[in-house]
C-alpha cells in the first residue's frame, strides 16, 4: 500500500525560438475537483497505520477511500487541497509533484515527534492523519520486520511474516496478513544494551501460549530472538529463522 516518492525528471526544452517554464502546482490548492475524486460517501483515509521517517526525509500522501476494513481504494492525490500541520513549528513543510500529490518535506533539523495533520479533500471533506518522526539510533527497530525462511526450513503456517514497530512505541504481530488482521498488538520497550525486548500486548486476535519477552539481537537489517519467543501457532513447529527487514 506503500508508495515510494519518485524523482520527477526535469522537462527538456528543445525549442531553439523560446525559453521554457515548468509551472509548479500550489502546495494550498488542489489541481483536481469534482467526480475525478470518486464518491463522496465513503470514508477516507492516508494509511493503516502511521509510517515513520527520519529528519531530511519525505513522505507522499495518496488518499484511499475504505467502504470497510481492508479495502482501500486510491484516490488522486491532486484532490487534496490545503494542509494544517501540527504542531505548526515542527518543522514540517508541504511541495506537490507534477501531478498534484502533496508530499511532507522533513527537514534535517527536525526533532523526534508525532505530526498530526488535517488535509481538505476535493473542497469540502477533511482526511485527518499522523506520521512519527524518529531518530533511528534511538529506536533501530522501527521498520516492517518477516522471516523469511529458504525452501522447506520452516513449514508455511509457522513463518510470521509480518512483525511491526512503528515510531510511537508500538507493535503488531501477525502470521499470515490479510487486509486489517492481526494476531496480536500492543507497546513495546526495546534496551539497546542488553537487547531486553518487551511487549505490554493491549489487544489480539491470537496470542500463543508459548510467547514470552527476552532478549534479541539486532545486528543491522536482521532480528534474531535469542531467548525471547514471539510464539508459535498451534499444531505447527516452531519457525526460528531471524527477521529481516522489509522496508
Do not use: H
Not at 500522501?61 to 484516490?75: D, K, V
Not at 491532486?78 to 500529490?101: F, N, Q, S
Not at 533539523?109 to 477533511?126: K, L, M, Q, V, Y
Amino acid at each position: 500500500m506503500q508508495k515510494l516518492l519518485m524523482a520527477v525528471a526535469p522537462v527538456l526544452c528543445l525549442s531553439l525560438l523560446a525559453g521554457c517554464e515548468t509551472t509548479v502546482p500550489d502546495p494550498a490548492k488542489p489541481v483536481v475537483t469534482g467526480d475525478a475524486c470518486g464518491e463522496e460517501d465513503l470514508p477516507l483515509l492516508f494509511w493503516l497505520d502511521p509510517p515513520s521517517r527520519e529528519a531530511g526525509e519525505r513522505l507522499s500522501l495518496y488518499p484511499y477511500a475504505s467502504a470497510y476494513p481492508g479495502m482501500m481504494e486510491e484516490r488522486p492525490g491532486g484532490c487534496i487541497g490545503k494542509i494544517d500541520i501540527m504542531p505548526e513549528e515542527a518543522l514540517v513543510t508541504v511541495e506537490r509533484l507534477e501531478d498534484g500529490t502533496p508530499y511532507f518535506v522533513i527537514d534535517e533539523a527536525a526533532e523526534p515527534r508525532t505530526i498530526r495533520f488535517e488535509a481538505e479533500f476535493n473542497g469540502e471533506r477533511s482526511i485527518y492523519g499522523e506520521f512519527n518522526i524518529v531518530d533511528p539510533v534511538a529506536t533501530p527497530l522501527v521498520g516492517y520486520w518477516a522471516q523469511r525462511p529458504e525452501e522447506g526450513e520452516c513449514v508455511p503456517e509457522s513463518i510470521i511474516r509480518e512483525l511491526s514497530f512503528f515510531g510511537d512505541g508500538r507493535f503488531s504481530l501477525t502470521w499470515q496478513p490479510f487486509e486489517a488482521y492481526r494476531d496480536y498488538w500492543g507497546d513495546y520497550t526495546y534496551d539497546a544494551s542488553s537487547g531486553m525486548l518487551t511487549f505490554d500486548i493491549k489487544g489480539n486476535n491470537f496470542i500463543p501460549e508459548d510467547r514470552q519477552d527476552g532478549v534479541v539481537r539486532l545486528e543491522g537489517d536482521t532480528l534474531t530472538f535469542v531467548d525471547a519467543n514471539p510464539g508459535t501457532k498451534p499444531g505447527v513447529p516452531a519457525c526460528s529463522v531471524p527477521f529481516t527487514r522489509k522496508r
